[in-house]
């Protein structure tokens, strides 16, 4: 009792007579003491490891919670950094140490973590400061010299004081006026203490703006519309403490005039209500860039894990047409994940591992760049293997007790996708790979929709986006199926009928085509597609004379619709009204066209003259 | 200032009940980014038991100066009443280890240690949404008349024998 404090003697307090016999474990790792005799200083041994690993985010003014940049704030932590640094969760690099050399890449050896942990349990000597190294000088700014611009949204996200991770969308606009290159950005997340990875993109059209807008708040919460996409091959993102080097002008990516930059952050709340606003620097360059690489996505969308199930794997692989040079990875799942692997192997039998993450975390996305480009021949096999945990036994399992769990753009589901960042010798075989490339991706795109459609069988939204995919693909019969659906779902919208009938045409159902055209009419008569598609189908079936009209009346609605205006044309020819039929394929030739269509209309229309009687 | 509102508190809660009054000594310090991030749960279980349950913010660590609290208070928006246990007696006492860690007074009794829920598994290891409420259940049940069923938990958070040296 003799050592208590004024405040505690004063008050009298009962608390001092805490019975402790229930608590016989009780301050033992207070002002803890070995015998190990200080062999291991902070100068000589430690300083150098935390200098190396640690400062260039554990500094005033970096992403870290708190500065590791003198003893007495290493010391200070010195158990905690022992325990962090033998678990690795610290440094934060999730990639197992075998795998590949990556740009920024964190990675203590085990002889490094022994130092830390001797350090610590021997009582944290400083030794000598003359031996101290040096500590890194940091730029503050801009860490790739000055942006040629710099934006950020307009407004500040007030984050409030929650416990639960959170969500933002950002639609910045980027006020260019003509088309520019682009050879890097940088990104200052605004509020290091909060800001816990950036996923970024570019939207060239209004999609992500629309939403953003949408919310009264700066930003939006929800998902990054399909437009916003990874601009001609270049991963853009941002985890703490890493920037990706600028490209060199041949591989810059091209920016439109009207292209917003699209921000995902990744919010950890700090417990208080927190401003975030950030910044994003882009670097340009005078010259057209040369080359671009390809994205490859390997992955499944028809995730779909049983509750309880704590070993479930997806695979995917694909086999490269052409050589190419791997610049990058960046693996993609969320919160069930456990492991993930991908692997080439190549044609003359010998394969690598590029990816291996024993210990999947949500919160570490990262965009792995190689440092020196790993050369591919045609014929390796890229492939991916990812396992999920959902079972009550993995902590990190949103949904407890577990639940049965689909492919999914929100966090609550799940995904899995490994994006290779290929480069292509020469413009032939990158127009190979990424033809083959797009195809197998948008087969896997459908096979989400299908996957999303089965937890919400009722979104007319999603009916139409993967019937369009389907007829995109030359998969008629299925576009089908889903407009029927999107129309039985909103029987009152005429475009949902008018939908029908054109993938019921494509399909050769010609009679429920006209038949879902009329529909389509009957709502809305000034439809002026739908006449034009509905006279195509009637022109086919041999109807001349309804025919006809539909695009007479098509044509009237939309005087500069080329396809209409062709329509009309072949039905007047076909009656044999050869004059008006030119008169038609004139009109059309005035419209902007490309050389190739110009020249298909021009031989028609020579076909007419010649026809004349 | 901060050591004055303490010892009022003391004279407050005294008359509340009949029973051994409920006091909460929440131990933190203003630099530790897990314990911030309980700041919500804390004041959301200060307000729950409010009147009932007397909830202390306790600092440990020296640098954590009465300006350096006050700051500390007003960013994290805590109303609760706070005091320095820079000689560490509480610390002793209560025999916590991290920030935060909570220890439950029932009277001169102290009848739960440990964390607050089960959040944090682990530093860099944590859940969406914590499975049990340890603190809220021990007070629940202290309130109702019944045994707390865990006296003692593991807590995550900043380690407190290198923050106090």
Partial sequence: ?613 | MIGRLFLALMFAIAPLSAAEPIRVLVFTTTDCPISNRYAPEINRLAARFSGRVAFVLVYPVAADSPAVIREHHKKFGYSIESLRDTRHELVKRTGVTVTPEVAVMAGDRMVYRGRIDDRYIDLGRDRIKPTRHDLEDALDALLAGKPVAQLETRAVGCILSDLIK
């Fill in chain 1, 1 to 613: 009792m003799s050592a208590m404090g004024f405040v505690w003697r004063a008050t009298a307090l009962a608390v001092a007579a805490l019975s402790l016999l229930a608590f016989q474990a009780t301050a033992k790792a207070v002002a803890r003491q070995t015998s190990l005799t200080p062999d291991v200083t902070f100068s000589r041994d430690v300083a150098p490891i935390v200098f190396d690993a640690c400062v260039s985010c554990h500094r005033s003014g970096g992403p870290g919670p708190f500065p590791l940049t003198t003893y007495d704030e290493v010391r200070r932590r010195a158990t905690q950094i022992a325990q962090v640094t033998r678990s690795r969760f610290m440094p934060p690099w999730k990639v197992e140490p075998a795998v590949g050399h990556f740009v920024g890449q964190r990675l203590l050896t085990d002889r490094e973590i022994d130092t830390i942990d001797r350090w610590a349990k021997s009582g944290t000597s400083e030794g000598d400061p003359a031996a101290l190294p040096v500590l890194p000088k940091f730029v503050h700014g801009w860490l790739l010299g000055q942006p040629d611009l710099i934006v950020k949204p307009a407004a500040a996200f007030s984050l409030p004081a929650q416990q639960t991770d959170a969500f933002r969308i950002f639609a910045i606009r980027l006020p260019i006026t003509r088309r520019t290159y682009v050879t890097g950005i940088e990104f200052h997340p605004g509020n290091a203490r909060v800001v816990h990875h950036a996923n970024i993109r570019i939207d060239r059209t209004a999609a992500t703006r629309r939403l953003d807008d949408a919310d009264p708040l700066p930003g939006y919460d929800g998902l990054m519309p399909r437009s916003a996409e990874y601009p001609d091959g270049h991963f853009l993102g941002w985890t703490p403490g890493q920037i990706a080097p600028l490209v060199q002008p041949e591989l810059a990516w091209t920016l439109e005039p009207g292209s917003d930059v699209v921000v995902q952050l990744h919010l950890q709340p700090s417990g208080a209500v927190e401003e975030v606003l950030p910044e994003i620097g882009l670097y340009f360059s005078d010259r057209a860039p040369l080359r671009a690489p390809t994205i490859l996505r390997l992955g499944s969308q028809g995730i779909d894990i049983p509750p309880g199930d704590s070993s479930y794997v997806i695979k995917d692989s694909y086999v490269l047409p052409v050589d190419v040079e791997l610049l990058a990875v960046q693996p993609h799942a969320h919160y069930r994940a456990r492991q993930i692997r991908g692997l080439a192997q190549l044609p003359d039998g010998s394969s690598r591992e590029v990816m291996h993450i024993k210990d999947w975390d949500f919160r570490w996305q990262h965009v792995y760049r190689e440092q020196t480009p790993i050369p591919l021949p045609k014929g390796t096999r890229l492939s991916m293997e990812y396992t999920y945990d959902n079972s009550a036994l993995n902590p990190r399992n949103p949904e407890l007790p577990p639940a049965r769990v689909f492919w999914g753009q929100r966090s609550r589901d799940e995904m899995g996708d490994l994006w290779f960042q290929l480069l292509a010798s020469n413009d032939a075989d990158r127009a190979r790979l990424n033809a083959e490339i797009t195809a197998k991706m948008t087969g896997e795109d459908i096979v989400g929709y299908e996957t999303m459609l089965k937890v919400t069988p009722n979104d007319a939204e999603l009916h139409d986006d993967v019937a369009l995919l389907y007829l995109g693909m030359g998969f008629a019969a299925n576009a089908v199926r889903h407009f029927q659906a999107s129309a039985a779902l909103k029987p009152e919208s005429s475009a949902a009928h008018f939908n029908l009938g054109t993938a019921l045409a494509q399909a050769g159902r010609l009679d429920d085509s006209v038949k879902s055209f009329r529909e389509a009419l009957s709502r809305r008569p000034d439809y002026a597609l739908a006449h034009g598609n509905l006279g195509r189908v009637l022109l086919v079936k041999g109807d001349r004379k309804e025919a006809l009209e539909h695009f007479q009346e098509a044509v009237r609605l939309d005087p500069n619709n080329l396809q209409s205006l062709l329509g009309l044309s072949e039905a007047l020819a076909q009656r044999g009204d050869f004059d008006r039929a030119i008169e038609m394929v004139d009109r059309a030739l005035r419209l902007p066209l490309n050389d190739a269509l110009r020249a298909e209309i021009r031989a028609k229309r020579e076909l007419y003259v010649r026809s004349k009687p």
